[in-house]
């Protein structure tokens, strides 16, 4: 892991000039420009809330300051990681598979594509997270706790970093995995309480302990540590944080493993 850490930072001009590439050609010959990475996020909570918080009627809790009750900045605090991971996965996938001419003509390592595409994507992420402090601070739901989540956002980009080596790769020897991943991450959404506070979830379902399950969704645990520190102003739990540091370095480590050990060749597949 060490070593792969090192390659990377030995790399890590290239990382930059591939992130940059990537974020300019993102919008490129658009109109509205950098303007769409506030107005999709946007479009995506608007129809969410309205779906779910004005139709389905589904309740938040109250906030941090004790009167606050407002499902869109709820449903915001989630879809900051949300958006990040899907993001990443899908991104990561699509940028291996784009970068095949690349790979071809100079050699460096293909695990460089996918970190140039996370920290790209990490922009989106740190924009969001700061128009949800600037919103939160005007509505009077603000405190120290805000400055605990960059530590969140760090440990969930291993997680998704890991995770998007391993979907890349295959996804490079197998293109059906783009289709099911994309069935995947529509499942994994509505299995991730996003939309949905955790305690609708009844405790059990014919015997089957629903609530308990789903709270082991490592997604599930990012999302509720983002609600705690935006929207409940709380510091997560310590048990909170172990479980999400396992699940950040063990992922990160397991996807560049596979990475690694089944890389050697990705250049003919691409």
């Not at 050609?25 to 608007?46: C, D, H, R």
């Not at 390592?109 to 740190?126: D, F, G, M, R």
């Not at 069935?183 to 302990?209: C, D, Q, S």
């Amino acid at each position: 892991m060490l070593d792969a850490v090192g390659t990377m930072w030995g790399y890590r001009g290239l990382i930059g000039n591939l992130a940059q590439r990537e974020l300019k050609a993102k919008y490129k010959k658009s109109v509205l420009g950098w303007v769409w990475s506030l107005i999709n996020p946007a479009a995506t909570l608007l129809i969410y809330a309205v779906v779910f918080g004005l139709f389905l009627r589904i309740q938040p809790p109250i906030a941090g300051n004790g009167h606050l009750k407002n499902f869109a900045l709820y449903l915001f605090a989630a879809l900051i990681l949300w958006n990040y991971f899907n993001g990443v996965i899908a991104g990561g996938m699509a940028s291996l598979l784009g970068a095949g001419p690349l790979i071809k003509k100079v050699y460096f390592p293909a695990e460089c594509i996918i970190v140039a595409n996370t920290v790209a994507t990490l922009l989106q992420a740190c924009v969001e997270s700061l128009v949800m402090t600037a919103i939160m601070i005007v509505v009077g739901n603000a405190s120290l706790t805000f400055l605990l989540f960059p530590f969140v956002l760090i440990m969930f980009v291993m997680f998704c970093l890991g995770v998007a080596l391993i979907a890349s790769l295959v996804n490079a020897y197998f293109r059906d995995v783009n289709y099911i991943v994309s069935i995947g991450m529509n499942l994994f959404f509505y299995a991730t309480p996003i939309v949905y506070p955790l305690r609708i979830i009844p405790k059990e379902i014919h015997g089957i302990p629903a609530r308990t399950i789903i709270s082991l969704n490592p997604l599930a645990a990012f999302v509720q540590a983002s609600r705690d520190i935006f929207y409940g102003l709380k510091v997560p739990s310590f048990a909170a944080w172990a479980y999400l540091l396992v699940w950040a370095v063990v992922m990160l480590a397991l996807g560049w493993a596979v990475f690694i050990r089944f890389a050697r060749d990705v250049a003919e597949e691409l």
